[in-house]
């Protein structure tokens, strides 16, 4: 017998093959559906000027709910990263003797932490930088019921949560101390988690965690593993993770008694994920950014229920409707737009750029690449083109280049590009038109527009629209007398900055002299 859960159908037949069960086996999945999660994404920049915004709702819940007398908590555990303790205050000399949870002989010697991001193997016990097995510390807690009472169909975005702990993923080891540190300034009995901090302290979040004395655990993917706690009220990702299994499954930790719990993804929408640190072959970096696409295009998405898109993500069929309680459902998706000039356009440029003179193609419609400036053969570029089509077309030139991945990302749906680079990334960098692209630049221009819903990112992008910012671009096509024209009468004039005067002290006239001459006036002071 095979035990796992949020298996997607890839992991499942891995599983069958890799234990080389017969056929016959019999696969016994649950419904992927938890009716009691309440999931909403929000655009922010995760980082520590953005704490106040994005953890004053949080902060505000716990401190009504308690008379607080305005006393920082204790975290359990000061970690003061490299180079960097000065930033971080001790918050031990703040916290009072009845705030103390724990005793002066279990107080941890402060270690450091190096800030390096958490990576995949902290999943896995048995790894170097893994310090927990997985449900060590559920020894002496009585385990609970994995079973979910089924949430009322009344239950609205609007109900209110009941009382209990939270749980706050952050994608590096340095982050989970600042904010945490951040959180216990702010009145919140928090402490900090992540696998390389000793295992005596993370045996104490866990025991603390379990008995309720913590409202929040600040931590990396390393917590988790093993825990059985039904009343999770809050999931909170701050920062996106590495694909939409782990997201879920974190995700789940919260309402496994069946109370509505939300989960929460706190996501810059204006920046490019990353892949975590990692030794991998080409093949799983091939898998790791899809895996990582996928869960960014989950953040992105303003018109599908995103509980239809993570059971739909592990094979499952969620039905016409949606869960009505997402952000998504409740805010309704925005309106659509017809994006057909606009690709029109970018699909022409990118023909242009490889040279793929196909029958019915007419380049001057678009007043865009030149005879000159064809390359036959090569290939694409997504950020050559964008600025071409910004530098030559005026009506184009306040569009961002965010509002352009946006329309990569709608085509690249709808099958009329593809990447073509040998390792996909995240955002398309090598765009080709397909066969059904090319029949679509060959369509007449009185049929049916390209109606889509405009992403996150992309009504961001139309909401601050921004000009030629980067050096880069501010270079390319500067010999054009006429984009030159445009480019100085949009410039703002520069407040001249008064410099200070450099009057050299008088009957000194070498470097030596002076010097002497400053050293014996402060001899003087003395």
């Known amino acids: 017998m095979a035990l796992t859960a949020t298996a997607t159908l890839p992991v499942r037949e891995d599983i069958l093959k890799s234990l080389k069960m017969s056929g016959h086996t019999v696969v016994v999945l649950t419904s992927f559906f938890r009716q009691n999660l309440r999931f909403n994404v929000k655009h922010s920049k995760t980082s520590a000027s953005s704490y106040g915004k994005d953890f004053q709702e949080l ?64 999943q896995y016990p048995g790894v170097d930088d893994f310090d ?28 209110s949560l009941d009382q209990g702990p939270t749980i706050v993923y952050v994608p590096t080891r340095k982050g989970t101390v600042e904010l945490a540190n951040y959180l216990c300034k702010s009145g919140l009995k928090a ?71 939300d989960c929460t993804l706190y996501c810059n929408f204006m920046r490019t994920p990353t892949l975590l640190p990692n030794k991998r072959s080409d093949e799983q970096t091939r898998a790791a950014y899809r895996m990582l696409r996928d869960c960014f295009h989950y953040a992105l998405n303003t018109s599908t229920c995103r509980a239809k898109i993570l059971v739909k993500y592990f094979g499952e069929e969620f ?26 356009v970018f699909m022409n440029v990118l023909q242009a750029q490889a040279g793929q003179a196909t029958e019915g193609m007419d380049y001057n419609s678009t007043d865009c ?48 590009i593809q990447e073509a680079a040998e390792i996909p990334r995240v955002l398309i960098q090598h765009p080709e038109l397909t066969r059904a692209g090319l029949n679509f630049l060959s369509s007449q221009p009185d049929e049916e527009g390209l109606y889509a819903y405009p992403d996150a990112a992309t009504l961001l992008a139309i909401s601050n629209p921004k000009s030629f910012s980067s050096s880069s671009e501010w270079g390319r096509g500067w010999a054009d007398p006429e984009i030159r024209r445009q480019r100085l009468a949009g410039k703002t004039g520069r407040r001249k900055r008064k410099r200070g005067s450099r009057k050299q002290p008088a009957g000194f006239t070498t470097a030596k002299e002076r010097l002497s001459a400053i050293l014996s006036k402060s001899k003087r002071r003395k």
């Open 132 to 159: 927990v097995s997985c449900g060590e510390f559920l020894e002496s807690s009585r385990p609970e019921s994995f079973a979910f009472p089924v949430q009322s169909a009344e239950t609205s975005s609007s109900e």
């Open 191 to 261: 402490a900090a988690y992540n696998a390389k901090m000793p295992r005596s302290h993370l045996r104490q979040v866990h025991e603390q965690f379990h008995s309720n004395a913590l409202e929040v655990v600040v931590a990396t993917i390393a917590f988790g593993m093993g825990i059985d706690k039904s009343n999770v009220r809050r999931i909170i990702h701050y920062g996106l993770p590495q694909s939409l299994e782990a997201y879920y499954q974190e995700a789940g930790r919260a309402g496994r008694d069946g109370k509505l719990s």
């Open 369 to 416: 690449y030149t005879s000159g400036r064809r390359n036959i053969g090569a290939v694409p570029d997504f950020r050559m083109a964008v600025s071409y089509i910004r530098e030559k077309i005026p009506r184009f030139a306040m569009t961002d280049k965010i509002w352009w991945q946006g329309l990569a990302r709608i085509l690249e749906d709808v099958g009329y």
């Open 319 to 344: 039905g016409p409707d949606g869960c009505k309680m997402c952000d998504v459902c409740i805010n309704g998706p925005p309106e659509m737009h017809d994006f057909k000039e606009e690709a029109v």
């Open 59 to 122: 902060i505000g819940t716990y401190n009504a709910s308690r008379n607080f007398r305005g006393k920082s908590q204790k975290i359990l555990h000061e970690v003061e990263p490299e180079s960097e303790s000065s930033s971080y205050e001790s918050l031990d000399d703040s916290a009072s003797d009845d705030e103390d949870a724990i005793s002066d002989k279990t107080k941890l010697a402060k270690s450091f932490v190096k800030e390096n991001a958490e990576h995949e193997l902290d």
